[in-house]
T-cell receptor, first 112, second 114 residues
Framework: TQLLEQSPQFLSIQEGENLTVYCNSSSVFSSLQWYRQEPGEGPVLLVTVVTGGEVKKLKRLTFQFGDARKDSSLHITAAQPGDTGLYLCAGVWSGNTGKLIFGQGTTLQVKP | GAVVSQHPSRVICKSGTSVKIECRSLDFQATTMFWYRQFPKQSLMLMATSNEGSKATYEQGVEKDKFLINHASLTLSTLTVTSAHPEDSSFYIC??????????FGPGTRLTVL
């Protein structure tokens, strides 16, 4: 069974602080996605990483895929209250017909 | 980007009744649709995978006779929760993917069983 361990599960910080969310697995994933979800809505795709060692930036968000394609991180610089939400990593395991395996999620609260 | 809709967005029903939730891909043909459920402050849990014109594949622990899935066309899949009970109350989310494999998520349906 492929599992994605996401940490931390809850994070409450002040506006302007930096934070990092981690996603780890013992399995090699063919790709990994990061989503953000608002209460009562579906997840919205932020980024997809495919290549080991890949780094992608989306404004103040930096995503990294581990060299071995078993782990990933999301770093937010100078967090703002608008960043508040549930962040989810999800991996596609090669050979599982495209099923997404989700991490436990990280609930982020950024206080003004 | 691709748009996926769900209907209804919220439904409240009495225990013992059945509820149907629709998932539509509005601007692309979805060869595969996925159904997830999500409890408060938790992540998404995959319930089943459905391919157009064939039977759905259910994840371990998901009762196929309780959660009926029909994927009749390349743009529509339905999830019917049969004989719903309060423990079935949850947020149900579908996603749709085309040949690229990228999944696009619907806005979710909040089911409350009284």
């Amino acid at each position: 069974t492929q599992l994605l361990e996401q940490s931390p599960q809850f994070l409450s910080i002040q506006e302007g602080e930096n934070l990092t969310v981690y996603c780890n697995s013992s399995s090699v994933f063919s790709s990994l996605q990061w989503y953000r979800q608002e209460p009562g809505e579906g997840p919205v795709l932020l980024v997809t990483v495919v290549t080991g060692g890949e780094v992608k930036k989306l404004k103040r968000l930096t995503f990294q895929f581990g060299d071995a394609r078993k782990d990933s991180s999301l770093h937010i610089t100078a967090a703002q209250p608008g960043d508040t939400g549930l962040y989810l990593c999800a991996g596609v395991w090669s050979g599982n017909t495209g099923k997404l395996i989700f991490g436990q999620g990280t609930t982020l609260q950024v206080k003004p | 980007g691709a748009v996926v809709s769900q209907h209804p967005s919220r439904v409240i029903c009495k225990s013992g009744t059945s509820v149907k939730i629709e998932c539509r891909s509005l601007d692309f043909q979805a060869t595969t649709m996925f159904w997830y459920r999500q409890f408060p402050k938790q992540s998404l849990m995959l319930m089943a995978t459905s391919n157009e014109g064939s039977k759905a594949t259910y994840e371990q622990g998901v009762e196929k006779d309780k959660f009926l899935i029909n994927h009749a066309s390349l743009t529509l899949s339905t999830l019917t929760v049969t004989s719903a009970h309060p423990e079935d109350s949850s947020f149900y989310i579908c996603s749709a993917s085309a040949t690229t494999g990228v999944q696009f998520f619907g806005p979710g349906t909040r089911l409350t069983v009284l």
